[in-house]
């Protein structure tokens, strides 16, 4: 009796050693939030998004290190861009009117990730807008919030937007934003992989 209830705790233990673990390493979603930022004012919003409208915006990439990269989106199609650093790069493509998917790797080892900003400015031909209020701005129709497709790694991600775009001089409607932030709660590594959706609209 006392060999069986000893070879029980030891499963229960190496259980409990097992479940931390998988819970430890794996990718997860920490949440959406948002806040007004630095106004951007429009006169029109549509769902006519394509390379050239992603490419308006810039990406910040802050490594591990300390060290920050700024880039530019490179249109390698009509509806698809990248942005290529020194050890990361982000993509992007236009897969309907309301949906634009994203990719996060690192691509070299040595430097990770610690967070990632596409950036607005007052000439972004660009807004992510949100589902909800709906309806919101006007032109831009129902949303899609930030929804993670595929994560791999050992960290949470947190997305928050900000940079409140609207039709100016009407008061924004909280659903269209210039520029997206997301961070991790640990580095994100060489093997990692983030994948995302977002609705992308255009404004003049």
């Not at 698809?80 to 996060?104: D, E, F, H, M, P």
């Not at 000439?123 to 309806?135: A, E, I, L, Q, V």
Request: aromatic share 8%; net charge neutral; glycine share 8%.
């Amino acid at each position: 009796m006392r060999q069986l209830k000893a070879t029980l705790t030891a499963s229960l233990a190496a259980l409990a050693t097992l479940t931390a673990s998988t819970v430890a390493s794996a990718a997860s979603f920490g949440g959406l939030t948002a806040s007004a930022g630095v106004l951007r004012c429009t006169t029109g919003v549509s769902q006519a998004t394509n390379a050239a409208i992603l490419a308006t915006n810039w990406v910040e990439i802050d490594y591990c290190s300390g060290y920050t990269e700024y880039l530019t989106f490179t249109a390698t199609s009509a509806t698809a861009v990248q942005a290529i650093g020194a050890n990361a790069a982000l993509y992007g493509v236009v897969v309907s009117a309301t949906t634009t998917n994203y990719k996060l790797i690192v691509h070299t080892p040595g430097d990770d990730v610690i967070s990632v900003r596409i950036m607005g400015s007052p000439n972004t031909k660009m807004g992510f807008d949100r589902t909800s209020p709906n309806p919101g701005t006007a032109g831009s129709l129902s949303g899609q919030d930030f929804a993670p497709i595929s994560m791999t790694g050992a960290w949470i991600v947190y997305a928050h937007l900000t940079d409140e775009i609207a039709l100016c001089p009407s008061l924004p409607r909280k659903d269209l934003f210039a520029s997206l932030h997301l961070r991790f709660s640990d580095c994100f590594r060489y093997g990692d992989y983030l994948s995302f959706k977002i609705d992308t609209d255009r404004v003049n």
